[in-house]
């Protein structure tokens, strides 16, 4: 893993980068200061794009170059997940939404997304929206 990572990326941040939407900026701006993902939502990201008949090998090396840095889902993410469920259920967080925020708790780093109700919650985790 990098030693340097600031921000760690959610499935919606990256979606939204490959796809130019709106925020993408604040994402490519990430990528070049050293971001991580958690592979949760690398595989949401990829499933998304073969949904969409992408080239899901392709994006993967395309991301891979432009320095994002895959970190495993680990047995401690697996118990942060789970700590987080009862305090991010009332806002409908799905497993892939609790294993970015778990990584960036375990990193100690915030988490950079496009899903709004993320920062109606009291983590202790930095939450910045892309737009």
């Not at 395309?62 to 970190?71: S, W």
Request: hydrophobic residues 50%; contains cysteine.
């Amino acid at each position: 893993m990098k030693t340097e990572l600031s921000v760690v990326l959610d499935a919606s941040a990256v979606l939204a980068y490959l796809q130019r939407e709106t925020g993408f900026e604040k994402v490519s701006a990430a990528l070049a200061e050293g971001a991580a993902i958690s592979s949760v939502n690398l595989a949401e990201v990829l499933s998304k794009a073969a949904a969409k008949g992408k080239d899901a090998h392709a994006i993967a090396s395309r991301l891979q170059a432009l320095g994002l840095e895959v970190v495993a889902f680990s047995e401690e993410d697996a118990h942060g997940v789970a700590k987080l469920y009862p305090l991010t259920r009332s806002k409908g967080l799905s497993l892939g939404d609790r294993a970015c925020l778990a990584l960036g708790s375990r990193l100690h780093l915030g988490v950079l997304t496009a899903d709004r109700s993320w920062t109606l919650l009291d983590l202790g985790i930095r939450i910045d929206l892309l737009r």
